[in-house]
């Protein structure tokens, strides 16, 4: 067995189980989850009608670069949303979905012989980072999100010693679970050390499109592009369809961005055996092409946060995130509770799993930032999610009168 296995943790849901074995919840509460990060809003008509109708494709092997018709679809549509321009042909490239992708692009960058290498990523983070960085041989190291600064990732409490020795860094924009999203300001900075340092940045950008402000989240390539940097070096961001369109069982998105970078994954990938299915490019073509489906996803998402956020802002420190579809919530210190002891109360008194901020982080520099908060997805439809943040309003009220 592959020894470096041994220094994977459980996965949060599994520690979630964990937690609630033996918990029986009352009878009189349906069950409500805000707890998994999965869209569950209805997939729309006209991919699924993509599907069915391009069955024939099944009888062919896919390329692992995808049919030039969806490599273009990629391009047409980083060009309206970002207005940049892409070689279709060598600067994008299709994956399974952003956690394969996530995954199979650290086993092509790090070079693990001699033991130095390091790969930092934020801390909250997506379990995936943590994963690919120990399974290619490397070591993470975990940057904490502040607070105060809207749960801005504190790059510069890196040590310098750290920098040298990293070959991947993980930056999230719109951020999992905090929602933050990186200014033009932070890329700078990042492009700056990944310049000094030689270090790739891989841009997980999966939540890009739902957001509740007016102006779009900015795009790490589209912050290398007004920075002076139209060939993305040392850059590639994961862009998913799952949150977009609702897709998630789809397994499609792309990756994007330094030429030269998507050359050696495309090599990688064809040996990984990591081409996607000629029927799911299909309909990843005519979900790219829809903007229409996205505004209406966007919308029922807004209408959530507008009922829900100010409900828990009553009781708990909440705002509106930059981005995303998620809450992340504090705790209240007059319960006397750790996150976790609060998930497990809160479904043991009123059904409402939440995932406790504590299992999305991990303890470095003497802390655990993801501690004392809770991440609630909010994905069920407006009905239920109020009815858990009332919920959850009155389990706190009750424990705190």
Partial sequence: MNPLLSHLQPYPFE????????????????????GMGEPRHPTPQFIKDAISINLAGLANYPATAGEPALREAF????????????DAATQ???????REALFAFAQTIIDPTGGQAMVVCPNPFYQIYEGATLLAGATPYYAASDPSRNFAVNWDAVPETVWQRTQLLFVCSPGNPTGAVMPLG??????????????????????????????PPLGGLEAA???????????????????RSNVPGLRSGFVAGDAALIKAFLLYRTYHGSA?????????????????????????????????TPLLAGVMDVALPDAGFYLWAKVPEA???DDAEFARALLAQYNVTVLPGS???????????????????????????????????????SRTA
Wanted: hydrophobic content about 45%; charged content about 25%.
């Fill in 15 to 34: 520690r979630l189980r964990q937690l609630f074995a033996g918990v029986t919840p009352p009878a009189g509460y349906s069950a409500i989850s805000l």
């Fill in 75 to 86: 391009t047409h549509w980083v060009q309206r949303r970002y207005a940049l321009s892409l």
């Fill in 92 to 98: 994008v490239l299709p994956v399974n979905g952003s």
């Fill in 186 to 215: 932070e890329w700078k900075k990042l492009f700056e050390l990944s310049d000094r340092f030689g270090f790739v940045i891989a841009s997980d950008e999966c939540y890009s499109e739902i957001y509740f402000r007016d102006e």
């Fill in 225 to 243: 592009a007004k920075l002076g940097r139209s060939d993305f070096r040392n850059l590639v961001s994961f862009t998913s369809l799952s949150k």
């Fill in 276 to 308: 996607m299915s000629p029927v799911i490019q299909a309909a990843s073509m005519a979900a790219w092409a829809d903007e229409q489906h996205v505004v209406e996803n966007r919308t029922r998402y807004r209408k959530k946060f507008a009922q829900v």
């Fill in 335 to 337: 319960l006397g509770m």
């Fill in 359 to 397: 299992y999305l982080a991990r303890e470095a520099q003497g802390s655990n930032p993801g501690a004392q908060r809770v991440r609630m997805a909010l994905v069920a439809d407006v009905e239920e999610c109020v009815e858990a943040a009332l919920r959850i309003v009155q389990f706190i009220q």
